[in-house]
């Protein structure tokens, strides 16, 4: 079975180089002017992400609010971690992980079509779907994360352009230079809500304690609600 988000991860591996040193991360939240009332909040031993979902990718909107309203998500784990880059949970394998157990490779059945949008863009506190190497690049039914991502410089975009081939207008470049994100993941990986309060949650965990695989030493569990 295939690790979910393995393909990001060598995404993450090839363009890290960029970056000369570390930069440091806004702490301020994320803003737009999309229109939706749909919420959920992720409850976390370090406090609440609340979490708007956007109507312009309603197969993923949908999805993550039933299964979020049938309770799959209480009890997993934010199971993977990995500073200036994302937080990743949503694996039903993860309730019952043992210490040190491998995880990303549970699913629920099923696949979403990707929803790819060149106005979402991955900037820092999005919410967007993991997924394996599939070739239409369709989403896990359930995993999911949260970017930190970091602030890169207008040459290192230009960079990541070429090898990309996205072209981001002028107001995206500037979100990533001034607010950070993850671009070379923008229209591979399918970005459908955004953190409007509790990316301070988000630092605090992306920082613990972790083992090769990018594991949490300490478990850290989550229960996902819908807010109505």
Request: charged share 25%; proline share 5%.
């Amino acid at each position: 079975m295939k690790k979910i988000f393995f393909s990001l991860w060598m995404a993450y591996a090839a363009v890290s180089a960029l970056a000369a040193s570390p930069q440091k991360d806004s702490t301020g939240n994320n803003s737009t002017n999309m229109d939706t009332s749909k919420h959920v909040i992720i409850s976390t031993p370090y406090g609440d992400i609340d979490i708007r979902l956007y109507d312009e990718t309603p197969l993923h909107r949908d999805n993550f609010i039933k299964l979020a309203k049938e309770g799959l998500f209480d009890s997993t784990l934010f199971h993977r971690i990995i500073p200036e880059f994302m937080i990743q949970g949503g694996d039903p394998q993860s309730k019952t992980a043992q210490p040190g157990q491998a995880l990303g490779m549970g699913d629920v059945g099923y696949r979403i079509p990707a929803e790819f949008n060149k106005n979402l863009i991955h900037k820092r506190g999005v919410l967007a779907a993991a997924r394996d190497g599939n070739p239409a690049k369709a989403s896990s039914g359930c995993q999911f994360y949260i970017t930190q991502g970091k602030k890169y410089t207008r040459a290192e975009l230009q960079i990541l352009a070429q090898r990309t081939g996205n072209n981001w207008t002028e107001e995206q470049l500037k979100i990533y230079e001034e607010v950070g994100g993850t671009p070379m993941l923008d229209m591979n990986y399918t970005v459908f809500g955004e953190v409007v309060s509790g990316m301070d949650v988000v630092d605090k965990i992306i920082v613990q304690p972790r083992d090769g695989r990018d594991r949490p030493n300490n478990d850290i569990k989550m229960t996902v609600k819908v807010v109505e």
